[in-house]
């Protein structure tokens, strides 16, 4: 693959992760504004507000196609839906149709997210960051 297919695939791959992160962005913005039916349960108003805009802007960030910030996103959203997992199995928290699409899209986020750090080739700040004895890794 030439380095311009290589990057339209990337920009694919970006802005289909955009769309997912927004996605699940404007589902928690639903639920943190109260939009949601009354008997959901989920985390406090406030924590569904601040994730769905971390989600906004996470999936803004996702076009810059930098790997350290591709790298943070896929860690923070397994740390989402590890969370979320607890709290359902916890009780304190349902398995709804909101849960659900946020969910799905959070998976197929996380797998854009992962081919995109496969797909991002290394820059030299990352290699310059790295310790000579990982750097042969």
């Known amino acids: 693959m030439n380095t311009a297919q290589q990057q339209s695939s990337l920009g694919a791959l970006a802005r289909a ?3 997912l992160a927004w996605l699940t962005g404007v589902i928690y913005l639903i639920i943190g504004t ?3 039916p009354d008997d959901l349960d989920s985390p406090p108003q406030a924590v569904m507000l601040v994730a769905g805009l971390a989600y906004i ?3 803004w960030l996702i076009r810059r196609l ?3 910030l591709v790298r943070a996103g896929a860690v923070a ?3 989402v839906m ?3 997992m607890v709290l359902l199995l916890a009780g304190r928290s349902d398995l709804e149709i909101y849960a659900a699409v946020s969910k ?4 197929g986020l996380e797998i854009v997210l992962i081919a995109l750090l496969y797909g991002l080739t290394r820059t030299a700040a990352d290699v310059v960051s790295t310790p000579a004895s990982q750097q042969a890794r």
């Open 17 to 19: 992760g955009t769309a």
């Open 34 to 36: 109260g939009m949601a």
């Open 57 to 59: 802007v996470g999936g």
């Open 66 to 68: 930098n790997r350290r």
């Open 77 to 79: 959203n397994a740390l």
């Open 82 to 84: 590890v969370v979320y």
């Open 104 to 107: 799905l899209a959070q998976i």
